[in-house]
């Protein structure tokens, strides 16, 4: 790992930004996913496509592996950079992420800045044509309701949808938040729903999960702040 000396305005600067030379792409953490998949399909650059399917933005991505349709942050990260603690800037490649399945070993204390993505050659109408099907799958099994995205990851062996679903949770509401009845890995907001709603109907299904099928579902959402809540 490489240390440089925090700078405040180099960080600001740094979230909001893609940059592409050739096949390879600068971009803030800040950026949707999905701005960054347009953005590479605009300049021809193909592999990144995947990234229309996230919910989320770069610094998600790369906190937690994220991917969909066949691809994975660890597949095109070439280096991300963060700030640590004490304000000092790293540099971490891909090798020293850690990545495995919706995880990355990088300190816990690392807010990441930004990331080098890359992507190969490929036709602009040919990309285009590869997230139109992404966005047609996802409208067609997921929910349009806000949603944190994939509630919880799957575990070895099974599927977190069937799994919740065989404990009989699809549906099941806490407050304004409930468990879709489109996919039931994905915990929705019918409006109004609190932080709380949310967690307490997570652990309420993690809890029937356990009981039903003898499985400890994990969470995908990574909660930050207070210790975790149960029902």
């Not at 701005?35 to 991505?61: E, H, K, N």
């Not at 890359?118 to 044509?129: K, L, S």
């Not at 799958?137 to 944190?148: I, L, Y």
Request: aromatic share 4%.
């Amino acid at each position: 790992m490489t240390l440089r000396i925090f700078c405040a305005t180099c960080l600001r600067k740094s979230l909001l930004h893609v940059k592409i030379e050739d096949h390879r792409i600068t971009v803030g953490t800040a950026m949707l996913d999905i701005m960054v998949a347009r953005a590479a399909q605009a300049a021809g650059v193909a592999g990144l496509a995947f990234l229309s399917g996230i919910p989320g933005t770069i610094g998600g991505a790369l906190r937690m592996n994220g991917g969909a349709y066949g691809g994975e942050t660890k597949d095109v990260l070439v280096e991300a950079r963060g700030v640590e603690r004490q304000g000092n800037m790293r540099d971490i490649t891909n090798s020293e992420m850690g990545f495995s399945y919706r995880h990355c070993s990088a300190p816990e204390d690392v807010i990441f800045t930004s990331a080098i993505l890359q992507g190969r050659g490929g036709e602009a109408a040919d990309i285009a044509a590869e997230m139109a099907e992404i966005k047609k799958k996802r409208e067609a099994s997921q929910p349009r309701n806000r949603t944190g995205g994939s509630t919880f990851k799957n575990p070895p062996g099974h599927s977190a949808w069937k799994l919740v679903d065989e404990a009989g949770c699809r549906g099941l509401t806490i407050g304004g938040a409930q468990v879709s009845e489109l996919h039931s890995n994905f915990l929705i907001n019918l409006g109004g729903a609190s932080a709380t709603d949310i967690e307490i109907l997570g652990e309420t299904v993690r809890q029937r999960v356990k009981s039903h099928s003898g499985v400890d579902l994990d969470w995908e959402i990574k909660r930050v702040g207070l210790e975790p809540l149960t029902p």
